[in-house]
């Protein structure tokens, strides 16, 4: 179902010989009649590993509390807390139980969404983490977009203009510009754009504000979170083009003398996309990083905003699990959401032994 | 790069060690001048108690610089133990290890920070933990794909056959041989250790007052970003100053360790005085192809690569040109294809193809009806990403104006022509779902349907078995007899070159040693370079189905 590696007098066109092939794992090729397949396979594979991760993830966030040195619950209560309160939390989070029962009680409430009720708000605290994720998953996804298309864009360009040693000094500015930006902090790039456009400027607001349009506070947080990662992957992409044009099928194409147009939007895109969309996974994640102190910036209403009040403010232990499997959630999402669209642009990779 | 690298580098570890004795005092001393701007006594601004920022910023350089390489080295440290840890693990539980790493790795460094933050708390102590667990993934994984891969080396087989003690292997053999990427991961993650450690200072969960570092200070400033937007310039400064050279450093050494060659542009030269036609090439009108004092030279080092070389080929002639690697016949072949690599200048007397001369621009067009080329790897030299009908259509439908249909037509005949099954499946197949002779062979067709006067045939069987070789020889010499096509064909084998053409060219370092026209009587004794004597002894005959010695005769 793989690979035609047909010899040289193959009469059929692949389905018939390969269907019989029992399925090897780790093979990449796969056949244009079997496309379907491969997708089965790769749906069940990942579905596999997102199950793993999640379980591995409810493992983390248990552990949390277990972890914190000394006796859990004074640490949570705080050192002007009275003998009761301290009995309370322990009750709360059943850090009276043998340890296996706690494991097995926590598991079995965070199966159905039940993270316990948070300390400072009294309200369930996944119904916190709920209403805080749609924010971070908005600029996070939208600084996702943006990065991917504008940093391939300038990366292509910087590498086409700059082929074969032309426009050095371009090439120079460009490397040494795109490592400048793509060094600074997101967070002091967020610093630097409320400086300038909200303070100076007036022309945005400083912070997430009801007064304000969610459109328009949004922007500068999507800026802050963008401009380092459009430098980051216009330095990969800006690489990976000159890998390319020097590529024998990129020679191939200049020996049928195709007109530039279709030399790289055609032959050149397709196999700078699987690069860079592999390497956006990567930078996706420091990206999700990012989001949770930017947020900070801001005073935008998102996860970031509300686990680390949780932690330095509240000792929200239900909340800090809650957060911490949501993001951890939305990291297992996006990337698999890459692969996806990696395994459009290039079928080849869906056989790939990843995630 | 690298060296600006250094220099910042070293200007930041001299403001951490030397600051604090000098700033210590002001940077804790409380001055009535408040929230106060920039002034000649304080450049940096002030902060709510009076304290001068820039004395701040610098002296938290110590605390803040410490801090990271702690981080940097905790990381590094605990990563390669796991890494080489894992990787003398027995197999399961290695491939355990490895599944838990890729699990941690997956995370974003900052949540992971966070997780360890909530559990230790607040302090510059747990966030340096934190940092340092968040980036010991990265070491751990890096460390046992190095790891995996030198250790199925020879040397490292060989010591352990020899009953080397695992742990001996590891230390002796193992470790050093990283050391090179593990110094640039060093360098990229203690930029990354720093701007995390900062930031979550800034959040509020590193260090914690009356300790400050470069993190809470910004943390401070952005508090009143309205007020007294000075007091977020040092920090911010500092912070950028930092990673960059850090981030400097790692590039630097990454670049280092594969450097990549400068090349500069292709040209292409007239020669200034047209060199009288040398007396070997007599230029009759049914030459197709004439390439007379034909010169290329390596730019950068100015080495010459072809000196001086003439020849001609005629209409339907099949012309051989043998030599080993570095003999300069692909180069030749390159400028006679108007594809010169980048960083070579051609010069010659002159150069024309089929009428045309090839130093005048040509349109596209002109190039495509005249030149046809196969490569020598069958296996890079078709887009991995397009299907075969959607390359090998593009020449025909944007280059030389056929509709896509005809195009479509055209190369389904020429696949059957050079007996490719399923010609209408095949288009829709992308090149790894064929073999190597089948792809040699849809390039042959894509070099039939432009209908090209010449054929430049680059080494087009070396990376094929020698079943496949004969076929693709079969199929080009077809071309020529059919189609009338005629080819140039470059090989570093005579016994194939001798069952294809009809004259054969000898180069050696760039010059033409011998010119052999009549194929059919080439032995030893009818050669005169002694370079050709040694090729032919070397080279057994290949006999094509078919073929006699004659290059006139046809194949099939």
Known sequence: MHTIVDRDDDSSSGSATTASRPAQAGSQAVAASSLAGAWRRFAVRRLIGLVTNIILLIFVTFFIVQLIPGDPASAIAGEDASQAQVDQIRVELGLDQPLLLQLGSYVAHVVQGDFGTSFHYKVPALQIVGAAAPYTISIAFTSLVIFLVIGLALGMAVGIITRGDRHRWLDHSFNIGAGVVSSIPAYVQATILVTVFAVWLALLPPAYSPAYSVVQSAILPVAALSIGCIASIARIVRRETSVILEQDYMRTARGWRLGSGTLYAKHMLPNLLTTALTLSGIILTALLGSTLIVEAVFAWPGIGSVVVQAISEYKDYPVIRASVFMIGTISLVFNLLIDVVLGLVDPRTLGDDRG | ?556
């Open chain 2, 1 to 556: 790069m690298l060296y600006v690298g250094y220099v910042m580098f070293a200007v930041v570890l001299l403001v951490a060690v030397i600051a604090p004795i000098y700033y210590g005092d002001s940077a804790t001393a409380m001055t009535s001048t408040r929230n106060s701007g920039p002034t000649g006594a304080f450049p940096m601004g002030t902060d709510g108690l009076g304290r001068d920022m820039l004395a701040r910023t610098l002296v938290a350089t110590r605390v803040t610089v410490l801090a990271a390489i702690s981080a940097t080295l905790l990381a590094a440290l605990a990563g390669i133990s796991i890494g080489v840890g894992v990787w003398l693990a027995p197999r399961r539980v290695r491939e355990a290890s490895l599944r838990v790493i890729e699990f941690w790795v997956s995370y974003p460094a900052m949540l992971v920070a966070i997780v360890v933050a909530a559990i230790l708390g607040r302090g510059i102590l747990p966030a340096v933990l934190a940092i340092a667990v968040a980036n010991t993934a990265g070491f751990a994984r890096l460390t046992a794909n190095l790891a995996a891969g030198i250790a199925s080396r020879d040397y490292v087989v060989t010591a352990r056959l020899m009953g080397v003690p695992v742990g001996r292997v590891a230390a002796r053999h193992v470790v050093p041989n990283m050391a090179e990427p593990l110094l640039i991961l060093i360098a990229q993650a203690f930029a990354g250790t720093l701007v995390e450690l900062a930031g979550l200072s800034f959040i509020g969960l590193g260090a914690q007052s009356p300790a400050f570092d470069w993190g809470s200070l910004l943390n401070e400033g952005v508090k009143k970003i309205y007020t007294n937007p000075i007091l977020v310039v040092a920090p911010a400064t500092a912070l950028i100053f930092a990673s960059m050279a850090a981030l400097f450093i790692g590039d630097g050494l990454a670049a280092a360790a594969n450097p990549r060659s400068n090349t500069s542009r292709a040209r292409m030269l007239r020669a200034p005085v047209p060199a009288p036609a040398s007396a070997a090439t007599p230029v009759h009108s049914d030459a197709l192809l004439v390439v007379d004092d034909l010169s290329v030279r390596h730019n950068d080092s100015g080495k010459e690569l072809v000196s001086h070389v003439s020849f001609t080929i005629d209409r339907g002639e099949v012309l051989g040109i043998v030599g080993e690697s570095g003999s300069g016949k692909s180069v030749t072949a390159s400028v006679v294809a108007k594809l010169l690599a980048e960083g070579l200048t051609a010069s010659a007397g002159r150069l024309s193809l089929a009428g045309a001369d090839l130093f005048d621009n040509l349109s596209r067009k002109d190039l495509a009806r005249r030149v046809a080329l196969v490569y020598q790897d069958p296996g890079t030299a078709l887009n991995p990403a397009l299907t075969l009908g959607s390359q090998l259509s593009d020449v025909l439908v944007k280059v030389l104006g056929q509709k896509r249909t005809e195009a479509r037509r055209n190369l389904v005949e020429r696949f059957s022509e050079v007996l490719l099954t399923d010609p209408e499946g095949r288009l829709r197949q992308y090149p790894h779902q064929l073999s190597g002779g089948m792809k040699q062979r849809a390039m042959i067709a894509s070099a039939m349907s432009t209908n090209a006067q010449l054929l430049v045939a680059d080494e087009p069987t070396t990376a094929l078995d020698v079943t496949v070789q004969r076929e693709v020889l079969s199929l080009i010499k077809r071309m020529n007899k059919e189609m009338g096509t005629s080819v140039l064909f470059i090989s570093h084998d005579l016994g194939v070159v001798r069952a294809l053409c009809d004259r054969v060219l000898v180069m050696k370092e760039g010059e033409i040693v011998e010119r052999i026209d009549d194929m059919a009587h080439l032995s030893p004794e009818s050669v005169k370079h002694p370079y050709t004597r040694q090729l032919l002894a070397a080279t057994p005959v290949v006999h094509v189905p078919g073929a006699v010695t004659a290059g006139s005769e046809a194949l099939r």
